[in-house]
C-alpha cells in the first residue's frame, strides 16, 4: 500500500517520470494489482515499452546476463512460456516465477524511467517478463491447415477479432500499446526488435496496423505469383497540371497522372493470361498489378474471374475540386462465391523534381523549372499484413512508401513480414537503382523478401543518357540467398510468373534463444514469360 500511496499522490508532470506512472499509461491501475496480466501479450506490451522507454533492453549483452541461477537459460524459460501458455485460458495459477518478476517490477514503481538501466534486479525482471510472454505466444496469429488449434490460439483469434484485427493484447487498449505477430528477428544490430521471436511492439502510434488471416490454400512449399506490369505504353500526355487550387508556394506545383485515359484492362485479357500461365506453371496463386493500374473494383472481378488473389495498384482521375485516388487494393477468395478485400492508400506524395521531368520526357506537361508533388490524398496511415500460411505473410507498399520509410518503416521492421510487395509507378528495375537500394535495406533488417514491380509503360518512358532502352519491370531480393535479381519482360510476353518458394531458417534473439528453425525464408526460384 506504501508504493500505491506514494504513486498516487505524487501530482501528475511534476519532476521525471517513474516507473509506475509510465505502465499507467499502457495499462492503467495495473500496477496495482498483486497479479500479473494474465494474458502474455498484455504483460509483453508492458515490459517491452519499459524496456525501450528506458532503453534498458541493451543490458543482454552485458556480462552477467544470462542471470547466474538459470544456467541453462533458453531451456528455462521455454518450459516457463509452455506453462504460462497453458494457464492463461484457464484458471490455474500462473508460474510462480512470472508472478515473482511482476512483484519485483511492482517494487520500482517510483523508480525513474531513467535510472532503469542501472537497476539489475529491474532490468532483469523486465526481460525475463518480456521474454515468458515471447514464448508462451509461439505461432500466435500463424496459421497452418495441418496445426491444430489449442486454446491459447483460439482466444487469440477471438482477441485480434474483437479488437478489429489491430492488435492481441485483451486489456490494454491498442491507443496505447499495439502488439502483433512476429515473423522474422534481426540478424544484426541491437533493438528492442532482437528480444523476440513471435511478439512485435507495434512503436508508430500515427500508423494503424491490420493482421489479416485469410483461408487462401497456397502448397506448403511454394507460390506461383503473375506479374503483369501493364500498362505497355505511358506517354508524356499521361501527367498534366492538376485542375485543383491548393495554396502552394510559386516554385510548387501539383500534377496528376491518369495512365488508363488511353488504354483499358479487360477482365477477359487478364483472364486468358492467367489461363495460359497455368498451362506452363500448373497453378497461379497470385496476380500483381504496378501502381495506378487498375480502377474502382476491376481487382475484384478479375478476383472473382480467376480464383487468384489480387494486389493491384488502384487509381482515378481527380473530380472537380478533388485529388486522385492512389492506394492498394487487395482482393483474396474465400469461397466459392465470396471474396475477401482491404484497401490501403498510399502513406506520402510522389515529388518529381527537373531531373525527373527530364528523364520521363516530361517538359512539355510539367514545368522542369518547378516542383511538382502528386495530386493524392494523405489521409490516416494505415499498414496491413496478411498472413496466409506458416511461412508467407505479405506486406504492400506503394512506391514513395518504400523510399521514405518513415512512418511505417518501424512497423515493418517489427513484424518482419516474409514477403514485401512494392508497387511503383517508376523506371526500369535495375540492381543500381534506388528500389534496390530500400529493398536492400529492409532484406538486411530484419530479413525480409521484397519485389517491386513497375509496368513496363513507365519503363520504356525512362530515357537515361547513355543507358540502352531496358524492360526490367520487376526486381527481386531476399535475405537467404542475398542475390539482386532483374525480372525482364521480354518482347512479346505479356506477363512474368515468378515461382516462390520457402526455405526454414533457424533465428536468435539477442538474449541467447532460438525459434527451433521455424522462421520461413521467401525465395525465387523460377521465372517464366508468359506469351498470348
Not at 499509461?25 to 494474465?38: D, H, K, V, Y
Not at 527451433?516 to 523460377?526: Q, W
Request: aromatic fraction near 8%; charge should be positive; hydrophobic fraction near 40%.
Amino acid at each position: 500500500m506504501a508504493t500505491r500511496t506514494r504513486h498516487a499522490t505524487r501530482a501528475r508532470g511534476t519532476g521525471p517520470l517513474l516507473l509506475g506512472e509510465y505502465v499507467d499509461i499502457i495499462a492503467p491501475r495495473l500496477m496495482f494489482s498483486n497479479e500479473p496480466p494474465r494474458w502474455p501479450p498484455d504483460a509483453f506490451a508492458v515490459a517491452a515499452s519499459v524496456l525501450q522507454r528506458a532503453a534498458a533492453y541493451s543490458c543482454v549483452v552485458e556480462e552477467h546476463w544470462p542471470p547466474r541461477e538459470h544456467p541453462n537459460w533458453p531451456s528455462f524459460i521455454a518450459r516457463v512460456g509452455r506453462r504460462w501458455r497453458y494457464a492463461a485460458t484457464r484458471r490455474t495459477p500462473l508460474p510462480r516465477q512470472v508472478r515473482s518478476w511482476w512483484a519485483q517490477i511492482r517494487n520500482f514503481s517510483t523508480l525513474p524511467i531513467e535510472q532503469i538501466r542501472t537497476n539489475r534486479e529491474l532490468c532483469h525482471a523486465l526481460l525475463q517478463l518480456s521474454a515468458a510472454a515471447d514464448e508462451a505466444c509461439t505461432g500466435i496469429g500463424i496459421r497452418e491447415y495441418r496445426r491444430r488449434q489449442d486454446a491459447f490460439d483460439l482466444r487469440a483469434s477471438e482477441i485480434i477479432a474483437l479488437s478489429r484485427w489491430r492488435t492481441f493484447c485483451d486489456t490494454i487498449d491498442p491507443s496505447r500499446a499495439v502488439v502483433l505477430p512476429k515473423l522474422h528477428t534481426p540478424r544484426s544490430g541491437l533493438t528492442l526488435r532482437s528480444l523476440s521471436h513471435n511478439l512485435a511492439l507495434s512503436a508508430s502510434p500515427e500508423v494503424d496496423t491490420r493482421w489479416y488471416w485469410l483461408p487462401f490454400r497456397v502448397k506448403k512449399w511454394a507460390l506461383n505469383l503473375l506479374l503483369l506490369p501493364w500498362p505497355d505504353v505511358v506517354v508524356p500526355d499521361h501527367f498534366r497540371p492538376a485542375t485543383r487550387t491548393y495554396k502552394l508556394p510559386g516554385r510548387f506545383g501539383l500534377f496528376t497522372c491518369d495512365v488508363r485515359r488511353t488504354s483499358a484492362v479487360s477482365v477477359d485479357q487478364v483472364e486468358r493470361v492467367v489461363r495460359r500461365a497455368r498451362q506452363m506453371v500448373g497453378r497461379i496463386d497470385g496476380i500483381v498489378f504496378p501502381e495506378l493500374t487498375l480502377r474502382d473494383d476491376e481487382h475484384i472481378q478479375i478476383c472473382q474471374r480467376t480464383r487468384a488473389f489480387v494486389v493491384a495498384g488502384l487509381g482515378s482521375s481527380p473530380a472537380a475540386g478533388m485529388s486522385g485516388e492512389n492506394r492498394v487494393g487487395a482482393a483474396v477468395p474465400v469461397g466459392d462465391e465470396i471474396v475477401a478485400t482491404w484497401r490501403q492508400d498510399k502513406h506520402h506524395r510522389w515529388r518529381v523534381d527537373s531531373n525527373q521531368i527530364a528523364q520521363y520526357g516530361l517538359g512539355s506537361q510539367l514545368d522542369p523549372e518547378r516542383e511538382w508533388w502528386e495530386d493524392t490524398p494523405v489521409g490516416s496511415r494505415t499498414l496491413y499484413f496478411w498472413q496466409i500460411n506458416g511461412w508467407l505473410t505479405l506486406s504492400v507498399l506503394i512506391c514513395e512508401d518504400l523510399a521514405r520509410q518513415d512512418p511505417v518503416s518501424n512497423v515493418v521492421r517489427s513484424i518482419g513480414p516474409n514477403l514485401v510487395v512494392a508497387l511503383l509507378m517508376d523506371g526500369p528495375q535495375l540492381a543500381s537503382r534506388w528500389p534496390a537500394r530500400y529493398a536492400t535495406v529492409l532484406a538486411d533488417d530484419p530479413g525480409c523478401s521484397v519485389l517491386t514491380v513497375t509496368s513496363v509503360g513507365m519503363a520504356l518512358l525512362s530515357r537515361v543518357p547513355g543507358k540502352p532502352e531496358s524492360r526490367v519491370v520487376a526486381l527481386w531480393k531476399d535475405a537467404a540467398s542475398g542475390k539482386m535479381i532483374e525480372i525482364e519482360l521480354e518482347k512479346g510476353a505479356a506477363g512474368v510468373v515468378i515461382s516462390l518458394t520457402r526455405q526454414f531458417a533457424k533465428e536468435w534473439t539477442a538474449d541467447g534463444r532460438n525459434d527451433r528453425g521455424a522462421t520461413g525464408y521467401v525465395c525465387l526460384n523460377g521465372i517464366h514469360q508468359v506469351r498470348v
